[in-house]
């Protein structure tokens, strides 16, 4: 049973566009969420996360979004970049245990 | 300071015989975690432990599974009589005590032939 899905496997974006990925939940124990960007033959490499007890998290290009009311989260990429080509998954985890349960990735291509 | 090591990188193998894979963890990280990647999936979790004890395993991870992290800093990964079911990518994580953020290594790329 997936408890996180990730319902876009591709995304196109132009460069310098927002990239705009979904991910949605099903477990209302978790209370922790992260995205991981990863290239291929390589593994994911942390870019940002959020507690449930916020709703916004920025850093930089990149911004978190939380609602926790529809169990769904996003990140915005603004403005995308042609390195931002990468598939990048969604984790939440619930900190009792701190296993992440993961999403099945959307694939970002950013057009020059 | 290095990020999580992972050794071999690839490993191909035939089916029925034994691998062993070897996860070194951000220096000072008490938690390490085993997942398994597949072909279009994210990662699975496999095991994970807080020092050397081994808190929890993944109905996954069958008897032909066993990992180690007996003084509490490296960790192995080995699997017995390997099938091609087997074939995937095995992910190693760490994080620290005060931090719920996973760090993940390369990972290590097995093909059972």
């Known amino acids: 049973d997936q408890q996180v899905k990730q319902n876009s496997p591709s995304l196109s974006v132009q460069e310098g566009r927002i990239s705009i990925l979904n991910c949605d939940y099903t477990?209302?124990?978790?209370?922790?969420f992260l995205w991981y960007k990863k290239y291929p033959a390589e593994g994911p490499t942390f870019l940002i996360s959020?507690?449930?007890?916020?709703d916004k998290n920025e850093d930089g290009r990149f911004t978190v979004f939380l609602n926790k009311s529809a169990k769904h989260l996003s990140l915005h990429i603004v403005p995308s970049q042609p390195g931002d080509s990468a598939v990048y998954f969604c984790?939440?985890?619930?900190?009792?245990?701190?296993?992440?349960?993961f999403g099945a990735g959307t694939t970002v291509t950013v057009r020059a | 300071d290095t990020g999580v090591s992972q050794d071999p990188r690839h490993k191909i193998t035939k089916r029925g015989q034994n691998v062993t894979f070897r996860c070194d963890p951000i220096?000072?990280?008490?938690?390490l975690y085993w997942y398994r990647q597949t072909l279009g999936q994210g990662p699975e979790f496999l095991t994970y432990?807080?020092?050397?004890?081994?808190?929890?395993k993944s109905r996954l991870l069958s008897d032909r599974f066993s990992a180690e992290r007996p003084k509490g800093s490296f960790s192995t990964l080995e699997i017995q009589r390997t099938e091609q079911g087997d074939s995937a990518m095995y992910l190693c994580?760490?994080?620290?005590?005060?931090?719920?953020?996973?760090?993940f290594g390369p990972g290590t790329r097995l093909t059972v032939l």
């Open positions: 994580a760490s994080s620290s005590g005060g931090s719920d953020t996973q760090y």
């Open positions: 477990n209302s124990m978790f209370d922790y």
């Open positions: 959020i507690s449930s007890i916020k």
């Open positions: 984790a939440a985890s619930d900190t009792s245990d701190y296993k992440l349960s």
């Open positions: 220096s000072e990280h008490n938690r």
């Open positions: 432990f807080q020092n050397e004890a081994q808190l929890e």
